[in-house]
């Protein structure tokens, strides 16, 4: 029986992680949580799960493997430590930051694969390993989420990143209200847990029978939804062509051809108008970006981190340098955690 840590700290984690362990679970392996920090909603937690509340708690547990969405975690937790990754999206600042934490990196599809790749043959202290990310297993058997006002019409998914720099709650707000009360389309708007909260209640106000404001935690039922996504520079751009499906952005950093890139808001409309029916050409285009970002529809993506992950708890750190030691970083988060054992 294996023993594995899920470290997280925000609420995201859940969808990311809970299909890892329901495989982990699946083979007879054990699995805990710890929370860093505050932005974790204790009330997401299942009755069924194990959730640990110290580093004391954490080393009795003897972790075989720490699996981390985040960007950080400590060196002093024992465990290999593997970064499972938050997202898709590689054009955010910082997605290839190198930070010297952790042992294994399971990476969605080819783009990814290739970067980090490039990264550990420059510094061998880590492996890569493409394993496809574990919130996708999910997605296709979803059930679409239903709301009491919903219709046979055309359903529109609005879902910004909460960065200032990136975000288009505020560029997109006037057109998004005029659309809402002129057009024969109905509106899901899923926000990110970091979103600007006075942007979040600005559009609540717009709560009516073609609008509803989508407060569950569980994002795939909500992107099964939808016929076409609004977004702007997110990873749930590529959770969405997943499915198959068209995306207007707005202002995206890096347009993809799959992707109809918006500059103004008046925009809008046309874009979603002109696409909810799309080409075979850009259906073309939106596989083509698929197999760049996450190639594997199979479900199986939990299955195959637990497999590498196996297979390095097996064979070691061989033919790797030693981690870094990382002495500021691990001594901010002993000061953050409160931890000062060996």
């Known amino acids: 029986m294996r023993h594995y840590l899920f470290y997280i700290g925000q609420n995201y984690s859940f969808e990311i992680l809970r299909p890892l362990q329901a495989e982990a679970q699946q083979r007879g392996d054990k699995v805990a949580w710890f929370v860093e920090g505050s932005d974790v909603n204790l009330d997401y937690f299942e009755p069924h799960e194990q959730r640990l509340t110290s580093v004391g708690a954490i080393r009795a547990f003897k972790p075989d493997a720490v699996f981390v969405p985040g960007n950080l975690v400590p060196r002093f ?82 879902a910004p990143t ?40 600005r559009y609540r106000e717009l709560t009516c029978d073609t609008c509803h404001i989508v407060d569950t935690p569980s994002l795939a039922p909500v992107l099964k939804a939808a016929d076409l996504m609004v977004s702007d520079t997110s990873s749930i751009i590529t959770e969405f062509a997943l499915l198959g499906r068209p995306v ?40 083509d970006n698929v197999a760049q970002l996450h190639p594997y529809q199979d479900g199986q993506s939990s299955a195959r981190m637990l ?20 002495v500021i970083r691990n001594f901010k988060l002993r000061k953050k955690l409160g931890y000062w054992g060996v």
């Open 307 to 326: 497999n590498a992950v196996e297979y390095m708890l097996s064979n070691g750190r061989e033919g790797l340098k030693p981690m870094p030691r990382n």
């Open 77 to 158: 937790i024992p465990g290999l430590k593997v970064q499972v990754f938050h997202g898709f999206e590689w054009k955010k600042k910082g997605h290839f930051r190198m930070r010297s934490m952790f042992d294994l990196y399971c990476t969605q599809g080819p783009l990814f694969t290739q970067r980090f790749i490039q990264m550990r043959d420059a510094d061998r202290h880590f492996n890569v390993v493409e394993t496809g990310w574990p919130k996708v297993d999910v997605l296709f058997d979803a059930e679409p989420y239903t709301w009491s006002s919903r219709n046979d019409k055309p359903v529109i998914l609005f």
């Open 248 to 287: 207007v952005t707005f202002k995206n950093r890096d347009p993809e051809p799959h992707l109809i890139d918006i500059h103004s808001a008046d925009a809008l409309e046309d874009a979603i108008a002109n696409h909810l029916h799309p080409s075979e050409k850009h259906l073309a285009a939106i596989r």
């Open 162 to 201: 909460f960065s200032p720099a990136l975000t288009s709650a505020p560029a997109l707000y006037d057109e998004i209200a005029r659309l809402i009360e002129t057009k024969d389309w109905q509106w899901l708007i899923k926000f990110h847990p970091k979103m600007d909260t006075a942007w979040i209640e």
